[in-house]
């Protein structure tokens, strides 16, 4: 399985970027995905998630109400859509699979990962 996340860059306080992970090697709407983030110094932590079927989602408490993931199954891929950004969502931001259907918060519960697209959020 190969995941591969884009859309990272360089943006301003209160702007917004889409992050997306596409995935390849195995069928991609049977399992939950999610993305994480790592800032310099700091454990990677839980962002957003989402179950097979796109219904149920889940979000740190962070982002909730700014970031919005979303999965097309037909192109095997997951986005996240981030809005008001401020400076604490500078991190690397990681996509990852799981292997249940569920939304998984515990990077644990994540058994493939993408290499990370960083997100710098500048004052």
């Known amino acids: 399985v190969q995941l591969q996340a884009s859309g990272g860059g360089l943006v301003q306080v209160g702007d917004s970027l889409r992050l997306s992970c596409r995935a390849s090697?195995?069928?991609?709407?049977?399992?939950?995905m999610g993305w994480f983030r790592q800032a310099p110094g700091k454990e990677r932590e839980f962002v957003a998630g989402?179950?097979?079927?796109?219904?149920?989602?889940g979000y740190a408490r962070s982002v909730k109400d700014r970031f919005t993931i979303s999965r097309e199954n037909a192109s095997n891929t997951v986005y996240l859509q981030m809005n008001s950004l401020n400076t604490e969502d500078t991190a690397v931001y990681y996509c990852?699979?799981?292997?249940?259907?569920?939304?998984?918060?515990?990077?644990?519960?994540?058994?493939?990962w993408g290499q990370g697209t960083q997100v710098t959020v500048s004052s």
């Open positions: 989402i179950d097979w079927s796109g219904v149920r989602r």
């Open positions: 090697g195995r069928t991609f709407s049977t399992y939950g």
């Open positions: 990852a699979e799981t292997n249940v259907r569920e939304v998984v918060t515990n990077p644990r519960g994540y058994i493939y």
